[in-house]
């Protein structure tokens, strides 16, 4: 299946919870959960409430929308949490949320997961000093996640970058926004990733 480029707001109003897809819009009154807090469609209202499966399967389409990723993609990643150490829900989200779009949306580079996947596919970002063009790279920590010198240049991304420093960024970042670059410190943990995510439930629907 393509990768969806449609409205992006509807996906929000979809799963009953806010993706933060749209950047700064989610933020403000205009944001349209905000205004219909209700699923699309014309029987949008009407919708009986979901059960067992369907509750896990939300909750996987909700997470998979939210970082941008393809059902393959997905299933991948599940597999390589379920075959690490630890609790697979908690490692599930670790590999997601450090995927290079993601930390480089995390550092504030970028208002939204969408605009940092750009940003990497079209040769904006370094990584520990080489131009590195794809968003699915999963960092290490210690790795150094920069601007390339010509982008520094853009509006939109020093919008982006002053935004972030009111906001700030995660424990596990570092971000260095007078020298346009951020650091991975360390992996992030459960806590770090503040969305609310019940992976358990993705879990329970790919065991069974």
Same mark, same amino acid.
């Given at each position: 299946? *393509?990768?969806?480029? $449609?409205? !992006?707001?509807?996906?929000?109003?979809?799963?009953?919870?806010?993706?933060?897809?749209?950047?700064?819009?989610?933020?403000?009154?205009?944001?349209?959960?905000?205004?219909?807090?209700?699923? #699309?469609?014309?029987? $949008?209202?009407?919708? @009986?409430?979901?059960?067992?499966?369907?509750?896990?399967?939300?909750?996987?389409?909700?997470?998979?929308?939210?970082? =941008?990723?393809?059902?393959?993609?997905?299933?991948?990643?599940?597999?390589?949490?379920?075959?690490?150490?630890?609790?697979?829900?908690?490692?599930?989200?670790?590999?997601?949320?450090?995927?290079?779009?993601?930390?480089?949306?995390?550092? =504030?580079?970028? +208002?939204?997961?969408?605009?940092?996947?750009?940003? !990497? +596919?079209?040769?904006?970002?370094?990584?520990?000093?080489?131009?590195? +063009?794809?968003?699915?790279?999963?960092?290490? @920590? =210690?790795?150094?996640? *920069?601007?390339?010198?010509? @982008?520094?240049?853009?509006?939109?991304?020093?919008?982006?970058?002053?935004?972030?420093?009111?906001?700030? !960024?995660? $424990?596990?970042?570092?971000?260095?926004?007078?020298?346009?670059? $951020?650091?991975?410190?360390?992996? #992030?943990?459960?806590?770090? !990733? #503040?969305? #609310?995510?019940?992976?358990?439930?993705?879990?329970?629907?790919?065991?069974?």
């Amino acid at each position: 299946m *393509a990768r969806y480029c $449609g409205p !992006v707001c509807r996906l929000c109003r979809r799963e009953g919870s806010k993706l933060f897809l749209k950047g700064d819009r989610c933020f403000k009154e205009k944001c349209a959960f905000e205004r219909r807090g209700y699923a #699309p469609g014309q029987h $949008g209202r009407r919708r @009986s409430k979901v059960q067992g499966y369907g509750v896990q399967l939300r909750e996987k389409q909700k997470v998979k929308r939210m970082y =941008g990723v393809l059902e393959r993609q997905f299933r991948n990643y599940f597999a390589k949490a379920a075959k690490g150490k630890g609790i697979t829900g908690a490692t599930l989200l670790q590999l997601l949320e450090r995927r290079l779009d993601n930390v480089v949306y995390r550092l =504030g580079f970028a +208002s939204s997961r969408a605009m940092a996947r750009q940003l !990497v +596919s079209h040769g904006h970002i370094r990584v520990d000093g080489r131009k590195l +063009s794809v968003p699915s790279a999963v960092l290490r @920590s =210690g790795s150094v996640v *920069a601007l390339d010198d010509a @982008s520094r240049k853009n509006d939109q991304i020093k919008i982006c970058l002053d935004t972030a420093r009111g906001r700030g !960024v995660p $424990g596990w970042l570092e971000l260095d926004a007078d020298q346009f670059r $951020g650091t991975v410190k360390q992996l #992030p943990a459960r806590e770090d !990733v #503040p969305m #609310p995510i019940q992976e358990q439930l993705i879990v329970e629907l790919y065991s069974k």
